[in-house]
């Protein structure tokens, strides 16, 4: 009976290694991950993935043998971490146990550092969650800890990485380029940029090493308080999937950064034609603005990239914002509603602002991937003056942005000197005579069911011209509380 009960605690143990306090090492030698190999317990994620030294993902088979034993199979690149909101991280990571493979670790850092490591700017992650899944076996890792597999965190024992980037500049063959600069972002990124130079694939490791710099501060073996969860979707694609385009998520801030669209040019300066960055007029009904056309931004990581025809901006991060000017010519002010065009693999969010009014904001979950664009509509509708206006977006999470628009407006009415008896619209040689007791709403519409302009309206007589409209048929629809009138008119 004492030999059972021994069993079942030493089971227990091992099952659980990485709950409670712990601390956070790092590394990435390029080998072929443990859990990629045939034989283990997954619980219930399959074998990870891995990639040929080009960083093409292979088909899992056992006959791949591993780059640290000569062979051919390596760490996927896209297995950097990312930041999904100033709080929350993502990425993998290694275990002590064979067991763990495939299970996830959600680990609140403390603000302060473990094995002896010094203190420096760890308190600048405390109350920050990563959320790890375990990709590899480490022999050499302690019960109480996690090694996180991330660009730059040193080669360890085992290393194929150099080989396969073509540079042994990699800092200390345990710790990596963070030794050189325990707590100091900049100095971190600085590193990441002289090792991880390039386009392409190989964005995925820089934007992994920026993640360090900036959303983990750079810390040294930081400490953490760890819980089992159940592992995040991104997480599981992550490992089952190669992603496309560029890096996807944060390369930091203590914030989010989005992925550029992958695969192409990218810029960090507005792009997209030769009066991008200019104030925009608004067209009578839509008006496109492409993301990249903003005249100002906040956020120094903010790229434009052009892929599979789209340009776009992306690297955004938390806290970072574009600002966008639109003239709305005269007789065209009114309620205007917006539409953007975005993709994004994580959930994101960002508000929106015109004239310093804050219009409302989107939340938007991941639409398959960061090359998937998609559209997602302002529920409230934006008010838009004559002139010049501006347009903010606050970005709250990562996401990448092709474009907007601005659809709406209208004629500014003219309010007679008379007294409404009661509720009529009608047609007048220049536009619409429209009588109000109480209050109304008019919508005016294309014959395809598009809004070109909407209004309020309270008591009284309104002349409203139409002559700034382009030629043609309109509806106009205009509610009187529970009543509702109709009327067709030409605009010729």
């Known amino acids: 009976m004492k030999n059972f009960v021994l069993l079942v605690v030493f089971l227990a143990a091992g099952a659980y290694a990485q709950a409670g306090n712990g601390w956070l090492s790092r590394y990435w030698d390029g080998c ?61 990571a290694a275990a002590h146990r064979d067991n763990q493979c495939g299970t996830c670790w959600e680990l609140t850092f403390d603000g302060n550092t473990g094995n002896n490591s010094p203190n420096t700017n760890a308190s600048s992650l405390r109350g920050k969650k990563l959320i790890v899944m375990i990709s590899n076996i480490g022999g050499d890792v302690q019960g109480n800890q996690l090694d996180f597999l991330v660009p730059g965190g040193g080669v360890g024992k085992f290393d194929s990485f150099s080989g396969q980037i073509g540079n042994t500049n990699l800092g200390d063959r345990y710790g990596g380029l963070v030794n050189a600069c325990k707590g100091n972002p900049s100095c971190l990124k600085q590193k990441c940029d002289a090792a991880f130079g390039g386009t392409g694939r190989k964005e995925w490791l820089k934007a992994g090493c920026y993640f360090y710099a900036d959303w983990m501060g750079a810390v040294d073996n930081p400490s953490y308080n760890a819980a089992s969860v159940t592992c995040p979707q991104a997480l599981v694609d992550r490992w089952k999937n190669a992603a496309t385009g560029s890096p996807g998520g944060n390369t930091g801030g203590g914030t989010t950064s989005s992925n550029s669209s992958g695969g192409g040019t990218s810029s960090n300066s507005s792009g997209g034609g030769s009066n991008c960055g200019s104030t925009v007029t608004a067209s009578t009904e839509t008006t496109k603005i492409e993301a990249e056309c903003y005249t100002s931004k906040n956020g120094a990581n903010i790229q434009t990239s052009t892929a599979n025809g789209i340009t776009s901006i992306g690297y955004i991060e938390s806290g970072y914002s574009t600002t966008y000017k639109v003239n709305i010519p005269s007789g065209r002010a009114g309620q205007y509603a917006m539409r953007f065009r975005i993709a994004t693999e994580v959930q994101s969010n960002f508000t929106v602002k015109v004239n310093n009014n804050n219009v409302g904001n989107i939340s938007r979950g991941s639409t398959g991937n960061w090359n998937t664009y998609v559209d997602a509509d302002l529920s409230n509708k934006a008010q838009f003056n004559n002139g010049e ?92 509380g529970s009543e509702t009138k109709l009327l067709h008119v030409p605009v010729m």
């Open 389 to 480: 206006n501006t347009i903010v977006i606050e970005f709250g999470s990562a996401v990448n942005m092709d474009y907007f628009t601005i659809t709406g407006g209208g004629s500014t009415p003219i309010r007679l000197p008379q007294i409404a008896s009661g509720n009529s619209v009608a047609q007048t040689a220049g536009g619409i005579s429209l009588a109000v007791k109480n209050s109304a709403v008019m919508g005016i519409y294309g014959l395809k069911g598009n809004l070109v302009q909407n209004q309020n309206f309270e008591s009284g007589v309104y002349s409203i011209p139409l002559n700034n409209l382009p030629k043609g048929m309109y509806i106009v629809k205009v509610k009187f």
């Open 32 to 92: 072929k991950p443990s859990c990629s190999w045939s034989g283990k317990q997954y619980n219930g994620q399959g074998q990870c993935k891995e990639c040929d030294k080009s960083d093409n993902k292979m088909t899992t088979n056992d006959m791949n043998s591993s780059s640290c034993d000569g062979g051919t199979s390596y760490t996927c690149w896209d297995m950097a971490p990312w930041a999904v909101d100033n709080n929350t991280a993502y990425g993998f």
